[in-house]
Every structure is written in structure tokens, then in C-alpha cells.
């Protein structure tokens, strides 16, 4: 129990940032789609598609790489810091190479009006990020996450009020990534001095001889991550090739959406992760009660928003968007559908991180990128943005059964009651939210709702005092 609400503890700093972070995030893409429209919002997210995949090349997965080390050898902070900081800088100007290259290459084949300087604007970008994180990664190794989530709060905050201040001058899309570049340097120089006030430790000079074993040590996460980074963004580039930079837009808007919500289970694995790496050295038996009451929570969370968004997806999208993003509200009834796969495959993919089995995850989401390639060639030409949107679906399903498959060979097998209770109990929140009593308004049906889906939640004994007094330990921080 102790150990239980210690975890808790660990986590709700990070994921409170995260959420007020991507709640904030999201307010102010809304805002950027409403005010650029679907074609230019499709190039917006094209740029961000191409340089994430390259920029895969800066993050090498050093911060997973630093993660694991640092929480078992906390005295090579300094060193692995050094060492990360000046790989990144080197990766950075192959990155830059290569994007100019890409261009170059692809744009006489996609259908987009995306210009080079736009390109390179959000490459840069990017790439200031990675460095940026690898302070994060070394917060999270010692386990100060609220040191990490206090300093994403204020980054973020930067970020979005010069965001907001480019969108209300009116300016073009070129223009706002100007100024957004300037909020990335403020963030990098705040993560800077993060680290000197709290890890405290002198930056010692790397050693340029150990790069070369540092990047065969981070291979294996490097690959999770390029598989990763390509899973995610795949969709549209093929969708600008296919349907053109409105259809990109449509689906950006609700993709947009999905990835907000997925900061529940990103946040709740990272921060467990060093937790997972512990419990791991400790024995499996030991890990296999975190991993289980992790895989419960993120049913319980999964599922209600998933039941709830389809139904009211039309209210939700109309209040957020103009009308011209109409066209997403079929797109997101579809793609909604991934969100209890995505918020499962969080603790699944930690639990194979921290086991020693970053391969095996590796091997999973390759499964599934290719199954998602195959279904948006076979889906796209026929059913246009859905058929991306039902690619996605199908392709994240085939993601949590590789993985679950692999990690029930070495830990237990999760208890059916996980998962049709909050199925029931979703049915139940649904149901009202179908076949409302009374018309009372969107957000206070909403509310009325998830108090049903707690309610019947309890009565079937899907939840229970632990897990309640471990979610009230993840709020009380005093």
C-alpha cells in the first residue's frame, strides 16, 4: 500500500503539468487552425510530420537511455549529461543536412505549397527541444518530477503566450514559427538553470572517444523512437501525397485531439518508468503488481472518454472549431476509437522498457507501422479521411495485442474484471449521455455523466478504498 501511494506520489506532479500543459497547448492549436484554416493547418502539421521524423536522428532515445542509468547510477549524472549534450549538438547539424535534402527530394511529389524556410523554421525548432530534454530526463531519473513539471509549466507558458500574442497580430504561418523559435531558446536557457539550482552538479567535458558507445548504447531506444516518431506522422504524409493539404488539415484537427488526451497514459509511463526499472531489479513478482494496478487505471480512464467523445463529438468539434472543420467530425467519431489501445500501450510499453525488452517493444510497433501503412494504401483511396482515421484505429489495436502478448509471457495475465467493469460502467455513462434526462448543456450533462460512470464504477466493485485512497494521494502534495 505504501509503495502504491509512493508511485502516486512520483507520478501526479508530472501528469498535472503535462495535463495543464496540453490543455493549454490545445487552446492555443485550436486557436492556430481556426486562424490559418485547413489547407495552411495542413501544411503547419506537414512541416511538424517531416522534422519530427528526422529529428529522431537528435533524440536517439538518450532521454530513455539517461532515464534507466541515471536512476541506477545516480553518481554519473554528471558524465551521461555531458555525453548526451554533446551528441545532440553533432546530430543537429546532420539533421539540418538532411531536412534540406528531404525537401528537396519530396516536394516535387506532395501536393502541399510547404516552403523550405518553413521546413527548416520548425526543424530547428525541434531540435532545440531534444536538448531542452535531455535536463527532463535527468529530472526524471531522480525522481523529481515536480522540479520537471514546474519547469515544463513555465516553458509551456512562454511558448503559448507568444503563440497567442503571433496569432492575434495576425500574422502568416511563416511569421508565427519566427516567434515561436524565440520560445524555444528561453525554454532551453530555463532547463539550463533548472539543473544547476536543483541536480546542482558541475557539467564536466564530454568525452568525445565514449559518443561512439553512447549511440550503440541508445540504438535500441532509437529505434523504438524512429519507429515511433513514424507511426505517429505517417498518416500525413500520405495523406498530403493522396488527398492534398486540406485533407491533412481535416485530419490534423482531430488527430490534434487524440494527441492532447494521450497525455495521460505518456506522463503516467514516463514518470513510471524509473518506478518500473526499481520494482524490475527487485523481481518480477514485485513489478507485476505495479504494472497490473497501472494497466487498471488506464482502463478506467480510457474508457468513459472514449464513450463519451463519440457521442458528443459534433458538440465538442462545433464548440472548437469553425466551420469549415466540419468535415473532422466523422474523421474523429472514427478515429476516437484508438484512445483505450493508445491509453493501455503506455504501461505496456514501460513494462518492456524497464524489463530489459526495448527490442521486443521495438519489434511490436514495426508490426504495427507496417500494418498501418497497408491499411491507409488499402483505405485512404476508397474512404478518404476516415479510411486514415480507420488505418489508425486498426493499427493501434494490433499495437496493444503485440504487446500484451509479450508482456503476459513473463508477468500475469490481466484479471477480466479490469476490464468489463469500466466497459459496463461506461455503457451506463453513455446511455445518459445518449438519452439525456433533461437538456441541462453540454459540460454540465458531461459532469452528470462521469459521476454515473464512478457511481456504477463502485457498486460493481471495479474500483475499491486502495485505489480511491491512492488517486486522493496523487492530488494531496502537502
Not at 123 to 130: P, Q, T, Y
Not at 211 to 224: E, G, Q, V
Not at 330 to 337: A, E, N
Request: proline share 3%; with cysteine; glycine share 6%.
Amino acid at each position: 500500500m505504501k509503495a502504491d501511494l509512493k508511485i502516486a506520489r512520483n507520478t501526479s506532479w508530472l501528469m498535472i503539468a503535462k495535463l495543464v500543459s496540453r490543455v493549454l497547448t490545445a487552446l492555443f492549436v485550436i486557436l492556430l487552425a481556426n486562424h490559418l484554416l485547413p489547407a495552411s493547418f495542413g501544411i503547419f502539421n506537414l512541416a511538424f510530420a517531416i522534422a519530427y521524423i528526422t529529428a529522431v536522428m537528435v533524440d536517439f532515445g538518450f532521454d530513455e537511455m539517461a532515464i534507466r542509468e541515471v536512476s541506477r547510477a545516480p553518481k554519473r549524472t554528471s558524465e551521461i549529461l555531458s555525453t548526451i549534450l554533446a551528441s545532440r549538438l553533432l546530430l543537429c547539424l546532420l539533421n539540418f543536412g538532411i531536412l534540406m535534402i528531404l525537401y528537396h527530394l519530396l516536394i516535387s511529389y506532395l501536393d502541399t505549397d510547404m516552403t523550405l524556410g518553413i521546413l527548416l523554421l520548425v526543424g530547428v525548432m525541434l531540435s532545440i527541444e531534444k536538448i531542452s530534454g535531455s535536463f527532463g530526463a535527468i529530472f526524471q531519473a531522480h525522481e523529481r518530477m515536480d522540479i520537471q513539471g514546474i519547469t515544463e509549466m513555465i516553458n509551456r507558458s512562454i511558448y503559448l503566450g507568444i503563440g497567442f500574442t503571433a496569432i492575434s497580430m495576425g500574422l502568416d504561418l511563416t511569421n508565427i514559427l519566427r516567434l515561436l523559435l524565440l520560445s524555444y531558446l528561453l525554454n532551453l536557457l530555463i532547463s539550463l538553470v533548472a539543473y544547476k539550482l536543483v541536480i546542482g552538479e558541475r557539467m564536466i567535458k564530454p568525452k568525445y572517444h565514449s559518443i561512439p558507445n553512447s549511440l550503440k548504447t541508445t540504438i535500441p531506444f532509437t529505434i523504438f523512437v524512429l519507429l515511433a516518431v513514424f507511426y505517429g506522422h505517417v498518416i500525413v504524409l500520405l495523406l498530403t501525397v493522396m488527398e492534398g493539404d486540406y485533407a491533412t488539415g481535416v485530419y490534423s484537427a482531430g488527430w490534434k485531439i487524440v494527441v492532447f488526451l494521450g497525455v495521460v497514459p505518456y506522463s503516467f509511463g514516463r514518470a513510471l518508468y524509473p518506478v518500473f526499472s526499481r520494482k524490475y531489479k527487485e523481481g518480477v513478482k514485485v513489478l507485476n503488481r505495479t504494472y497490473k494496478r497501472s494497466m487498471k487505471y488506464m482502463l478506467i480512464s480510457g474508457l468513459p472518454i472514449t464513450m463519451a467523445l463519440y457521442i458528443v463529438t459534433e458538440d465538442v468539434l462545433g464548440l472548437i472549431y469553425r466551420a469549415e472543420f466540419m468535415d473532422t467530425v466523422p474523421v474523429f467519431r472514427t478515429m476516437v476509437w484508438i484512445l483505450p489501445f493508445l491509453f493501455m500501450n503506455g504501461s505496456l510499453k514501460i513494462a518492456l522498457w524497464s524489463s530489459d525488452k526495448t527490442s521486443e517493444a521495438s519489434t511490436n510497433l514495426f508490426i504495427s507501422s507496417i500494418s498501418l501503412v497497408i491499411a491507409a494504401f488499402l483505405l485512404i483511396p476508397n474512404y478518404g479521411v476516415i479510411g486514415a482515421a480507420m488505418a489508425l484505429v486498426l493499427a493501434e489495436m494490433i499495437h496493444f495485442l503485440t504487446n500484451y502478448h509479450r508482456v503476459s509471457k513473463y508477468l500475469e495475465p490481466l484479471p477480466l474484471a479490469y476490464l468489463w467493469k469500466p466497459f459496463c460502467a461506461s455503457l451506463a455513462m453513455g446511455a445518459l449521455l445518449f438519452v439525456p434526462i433533461v437538456d441541462i448543456g453540454l459540460l454540465p450533462i458531461l459532469t452528470v455523466s462521469f459521476l454515473v460512470y464512478v457511481g456504477v464504477l463502485y457498486l460493481i466493485k471495479g474500483i475499491d478504498r486502495k485505489d480511491i485512497a491512492i488517486l486522493w494521494s496523487a492530488l494531496d502534495q502537502d
